[in-house]
């Protein structure tokens, strides 16, 4: 598979073409960011982390009936993925009430939900990702149908239940995620972008300390410390 020119770069990582155009390689980036990029940061080798894990998490997916754009891993920070045009809807799950829900709501820090949370947030950093209710989504034409919504609703909530479980048994608790979907060019809804500690909420079971971004977003320090740990944790059973 040949590398070609740099197709798009996020926050997170870079995308490049190759000599196949329904193929995309996804490069991690060591750099940090939070609350809209205001905050800026980098931590050498933070990218190879959240390759690993969200290359081993996606394995996890696909092996319950979730599709994924992953094809293949090149590197340590390198995904082969297929192309996908990006739903622009950020789809957050929520398992535990922190960060914006308690900000916005009032709802009790660390408060049990009774039911996973589904939320849409619209992907626009210029407008900074504004949440969305179903009929924003279907307003601006961001899904073609309102099954397309319930489709995200389902998957999101089946990713959670597998994701929960799989973490809990490695005595952590998923707090609260970020997913994004893409439609490949058959139209399917395919699972795309990462699931790592920079777009998790992952706290230890027993000792509540906090195993992601928010380490960086709340100079807790020890970033990549708790990312290896992460990693450790999934890979050892
Ligand atoms: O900030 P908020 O509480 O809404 O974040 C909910 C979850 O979504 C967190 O796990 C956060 O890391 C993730 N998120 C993200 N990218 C965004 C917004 C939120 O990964 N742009």
Redesign the pocket.
Known sequence: MKKLGLLYEGKGKKLYKTDDENLLITEFKDDLTAFNAEKKGTEAGKGALNCKISTHLFHILEAQGIKTHLVDTLSENTQLVKKVSIIPI?V?V?NRA????TQRLGIEEGKKLPFALI?F?YKNDALH?PILNDEHCLLMNLVKSESDLEELKRLAREINSILKKFFEARHIDL????IEFGIDHDGNILLADEISP????LWDMNTHEKL??DRFRQDIGSVKGAYEEVLRRIVSQ
């Open positions: 950020e957050i929520r922190t960060g914006s829900l939320e947030c990702d707090i609260d995620f970020k920079d777009s998790c909420r992601d971004k």
